[in-house]
């Protein structure tokens, strides 16, 4: 049986160990299937690095998604993903007989945890004494903008705090909702024990916490029950805690530019991203409002107040731009009825599709999007006013077109019905469904009638106005 030369071996091994998860598992999965004696080696180095990476990230666990970037981008103390491994392969290097206490570990306590607080104190030493073995060049480590700074001797302390975080982040969750008296206290609890280990303690543990929540939003609720009076600005700006805070606001910032350069074009581009944006920011405001008592004439009520006004007024020219772009797709003409005598009616002969439906669909989407976050920026009453005029606007405009469909006075039934199709399409955007339903009713009975009876054996479009075949 052939196998692998200690070169290869060893080259093959570095490239498992630098192989993401998502690799790793599919390769553990076809190794075994390839056969052979060199494939069974593989599978060996596969299945050891998987088992080497589930004990990392049980003896390190708390701190595991440090060394991930947050996805909604807010500004958080992150770690180079590379020095994770660096760090555990100097850590477990002559812990080799504890490592196995690792292995199915389900509890937050028991055997395991005193060699996973053995490796950590490692860990920590390992970065107080020897950084430049773990971590990389400063010009590699790719920080966000506005966010802490991640260097080796802030990791290390947070290595200092793993034991406490293991027991903090089951009851995160009870944190992060309506905890009761004792819940909270365990709280203000765990950052004095975090503060008495290190004076920079509580807001890495908050640091720590913060890497667990999705919602970045609901770490607010955390930040203002660390003390009994964090839920007052002036207290909790003065404190360490203060930057999540900012943290958020300056997130908010950042949300409210790209929805101004999200919404300046208004050529019909997707809206799903100002949607969202606009979503988060409300979520954040409406968050501070609950859980923080703000000045209006502090920094942060100031820049919360600007963040409104300034959302407020995009979506207010987002709603006008969306009305505007409504009757672009689907016109108005006048017609003449007698002499200088005329009226507006709808113009049949539109195009069908292209360019301005779809912009205008685009934007009745993001209007339905907003009913949420329109509540928090003060706009729900204009964006409810937008969705009667249009309710009416488009109901009236299918209605008109098929009345005239059914009179003969289209020259193009096909055409017009595709109009009509859209404007039930848009009047089921903006959430008007009965009046959408209705249009499709008489829409779909036109379509009947002009398959029962063809031009010229009494069909005028919606019914039958002549003689029926029979009879004639």
Request: aromatic share 4%; proline share 5%; net charge negative.
């Given at each position: 049986m052939s196998s692998l030369s200690a070169a290869h071996r060893a080259a093959l091994q570095a490239v498992v160990q630098a192989a993401p998860d998502a690799v790793l598992a599919q390769l553990g999965v076809a190794a075994p299937a390839l056969g052979g004696g060199k494939a069974a080696?593989?599978?060996?180095?596969?299945?050891?690095?998987?088992?080497?990476?589930?004990?990392?990230?049980?003896?390190?666990?708390?701190?595991?998604?440090?060394?991930?970037?947050r996805t909604d981008g807010i500004p958080a103390l992150v770690f180079p993903h590379a020095v994770l491994t660096r760090v555990w392969r100097e850590a477990r290097a002559g812990e080799e007989a504890f490592l196995g206490l690792l292995d199915g570990a389900v509890s937050v306590d028991g055997e395991w945890t005193l060699a996973a607080d053995r490796l950590c104190a490692r860990a920590a030493a390992v970065l107080r004494d020897r950084p430049e073995d773990v971590w990389p060049r400063p010009a590699s480590v790719d920080q966000a903008r506005g966010a802490p700074a991640a260097t080796p001797?802030?990791?290390?302390?947070?290595?200092?705090?793993?034991?406490?975080?293991?027991?903090?982040?089951?009851?995160?969750?009870?944190?992060?909702?309506?905890?009761?008296?004792?819940?909270?206290?365990?709280?203000?609890?765990?950052?004095?024990?975090?503060?008495?280990?290190?004076?920079?303690?509580?807001?890495r543990m908050i640091d720590i916490l913060f890497a667990h929540v999705a919602d970045a939003e609901r770490m607010l609720r955390v930040v203002t029950r660390t003390s009994r009076l964090a839920d007052a600005e002036s207290i909790l700006s003065h404190s360490e805690m203060g930057v999540f805070v900012e943290r958020l606001l300056a997130s908010v910032q950042t949300r409210v530019r790209r929805i101004a350069a999200g919404l300046s074009p208004r050529d019909g581009a997707?809206?799903?991203?100002?949607?969202?944006?606009?979503?988060?920011?409300?979520?954040?405001?409406?968050?501070?409002?609950?859980?923080?008592?703000?000045?209006?004439?502090?920094?942060?009520?100031?820049?919360?107040?600007?963040?409104?006004?300034?959302?407020?007024?995009?979506?207010?020219?987002?709603?006008?731009s969306t009305s505007a772009a409504v009757h672009a797709a689907l016109p108005m003409k006048r017609q003449v009825l007698a002499g200088r005598m005329t009226r507006l009616c709808p113009w049949l002969e539109a195009p069908a599709k292209g360019e301005p439906i779809e912009a205008a669909a685009a934007l009745l989407s993001a209007v339905a999007g907003l009913r949420g976050a329109a509540v928090t920026f003060g706009c729900e009453?204009?964006?409810?006013?937008?969705?009667?005029?249009?309710?009416?606007?488009?109901?009236?405009?299918?209605n008109e077109a098929l009345d005239s469909i059914a009179d003969g006075d289209v020259a193009d039934s096909d055409t017009a019905l595709r109009l009509v199709g859209t404007?039930?399409?848009?009047?089921?955007?903006?959430?008007?469904?009965?009046?959408?339903?209705?249009?499709?009713?008489?829409?779909?009975?036109?379509?009947?009638?002009?398959?029962?009876?063809?031009?010229?054996?009494?069909?005028?479009?919606?019914?039958?106005?002549?003689?029926?075949?029979?009879?004639?």
């Amino acid at each position: 049986m052939s196998s692998l030369s200690a070169a290869h071996r060893a080259a093959l091994q570095a490239v498992v160990q630098a192989a993401p998860d998502a690799v790793l598992a599919q390769l553990g999965v076809a190794a075994p299937a390839l056969g052979g004696g060199k494939a069974a080696e593989l599978a060996s180095l596969v299945a050891e690095e998987v088992r080497d990476r589930a004990r990392r990230d049980m003896a390190f666990g708390p701190l595991v998604p440090l060394f991930q970037a947050r996805t909604d981008g807010i500004p958080a103390l992150v770690f180079p993903h590379a020095v994770l491994t660096r760090v555990w392969r100097e850590a477990r290097a002559g812990e080799e007989a504890f490592l196995g206490l690792l292995d199915g570990a389900v509890s937050v306590d028991g055997e395991w945890t005193l060699a996973a607080d053995r490796l950590c104190a490692r860990a920590a030493a390992v970065l107080r004494d020897r950084p430049e073995d773990v971590w990389p060049r400063p010009a590699s480590v790719d920080q966000a903008r506005g966010a802490p700074a991640a260097t080796p001797a802030e990791l290390a302390g947070c290595f200092d705090l793993v034991a406490l975080a293991r027991t903090a982040v089951p009851r995160l969750p009870v944190w992060l909702e309506r905890p009761d008296d004792n819940q909270a206290a365990g709280l203000r609890l765990l950052i004095q024990d975090c503060l008495a280990i290190s004076p920079d303690g509580g807001r890495r543990m908050i640091d720590i916490l913060f890497a667990h929540v999705a919602d970045a939003e609901r770490m607010l609720r955390v930040v203002t029950r660390t003390s009994r009076l964090a839920d007052a600005e002036s207290i909790l700006s003065h404190s360490e805690m203060g930057v999540f805070v900012e943290r958020l606001l300056a997130s908010v910032q950042t949300r409210v530019r790209r929805i101004a350069a999200g919404l300046s074009p208004r050529d019909g581009a997707d809206m799903t991203p100002v949607v969202e944006d606009a979503a988060w920011c409300a979520g954040v405001l409406a968050e501070m409002d609950m859980c923080l008592q703000v000045r209006p004439d502090s920094p942060w009520g100031k820049a919360a107040r600007m963040a409104r006004v300034e959302v407020a007024g995009q979506l207010s020219g987002l709603m006008k731009s969306t009305s505007a772009a409504v009757h672009a797709a689907l016109p108005m003409k006048r017609q003449v009825l007698a002499g200088r005598m005329t009226r507006l009616c709808p113009w049949l002969e539109a195009p069908a599709k292209g360019e301005p439906i779809e912009a205008a669909a685009a934007l009745l989407s993001a209007v339905a999007g907003l009913r949420g976050a329109a509540v928090t920026f003060g706009c729900e009453a204009d964006r409810m006013a937008l969705k009667t005029e249009l309710t009416d606007y488009l109901s009236t405009w299918a209605n008109e077109a098929l009345d005239s469909i059914a009179d003969g006075d289209v020259a193009d039934s096909d055409t017009a019905l595709r109009l009509v199709g859209t404007a039930a399409r848009f009047l089921t955007l903006i959430e008007a469904l009965e009046a959408a339903r209705a249009v499709r009713r008489r829409a779909a009975a036109a379509e009947a009638a002009r398959a029962m009876y063809p031009k010229g054996d009494g069909f005028t479009g919606s019914g039958v106005t002549g003689a029926s075949p029979a009879a004639a």
